[in-house]
Each structure stands twice: as structure tokens, then as C-alpha cells.
Nanobody, 124 residues
Framework: VQLQASGGGLVQPGGSLRLSCVVS????????VAWFRQAPGKEREGVSV????????YYSDSVKGRFTVSRDNAKNTAYLQMNNLILDDTVLYYC??????????????????WGQGTQVTVSS
């Protein structure tokens, strides 16, 4: 299974970006998909999870109300719509898929496959 993340870029504060994560070699609908981000020298932070079953979605407090995760299983693609971006959102973003239990879906070790990361830079 391979993941290809894209959509990052340079945006002004308050702007929007949509990240995409295309899954190949496997069916997205058989996985929980998560978006993580990591700043240099810091731990990887989970920002959003879209559960495999039930359609439940979860967000970290730092992005709740601004980010929206979605998936198009027919296209084997997951998305992270990021609105009202702030300077602290400037980091490298990763998508990942796995089958974590509900209590562990923020744990990056529970994900089997990862995309290569896409850089988001928020700057005026």
C-alpha cells in the first residue's frame, strides 16, 4: 500500500488549503485514515481521524472547527480541508492509514502506511 499526499503550499493567515491523500495498492474503505503533522524537533501530532467504520470523525483541539476530514472511497482518496489557517499550522503534514482501536487512533504507531508528507506554510 502506498500513500501520496499533496496540496500543501504557502498561504496567508486566514487562508485555506485542501490536502489530498491518494491510496494505491489497497482499499481506503478498509482503513481508518488519519492526518498527522510534525514540526522540526517536536513529536508527531495527530490532527484528524476518519474512522473506517461508522463514519466517525475526530479532531484535535488545535484544529477543531477549522479543519474537516473527508474521504472518497470510490477514488481511494482522503482529504483534509484546512480553513482559517494560522501561523502555528506551519508544519509538515502526513496522511496515514491503519486499523487502530478507538482508544488508540491518535497513536501514530497504530498506522501501517504513511504518505511522504506535504509542507504547509502560513505566512503573511
Amino acid at each position: 500500500v502506498q500513500l501520496q499526499a499533496s496540496g500543501g503550499g504557502l498561504v496567508q493567515p486566514g487562508g485555506s488549503l485542501r490536502l489530498s491523500c491518494v491510496v494505491s495498492g489497497g482499499a481506503l474503505n478498509s482503513y481508518t485514515v488519519a492526518w498527522f503533522r510534525q514540526a522540526p524537533g517536536k513529536e508527531r501530532e495527530g490532527v484528524s481521524v476518519s474512522r473506517q467504520s461508522g463514519g466517525m470523525k475526530y479532531y484535535s483541539d488545535s484544529v477543531k472547527g477549522r479543519f474537516t476530514v473527508s474521504r472518497d472511497n470510490a477514488k481511494n482518496t482522503a482529504y483534509l480541508q484546512m480553513n482559517n489557517l494560522i501561523l502555528d499550522d506551519t508544519v509538515l503534514y502526513y496522511c496515514a492509514v491503519g486499523r487502530p482501536i478507538l482508544s488508540a487512533h491518535w497513536d501514530s504507531r497504530m498506522y501501517y502506511y504513511w504518505g511522504q508528507g506535504t509542507q504547509v506554510t502560513v505566512s503573511s
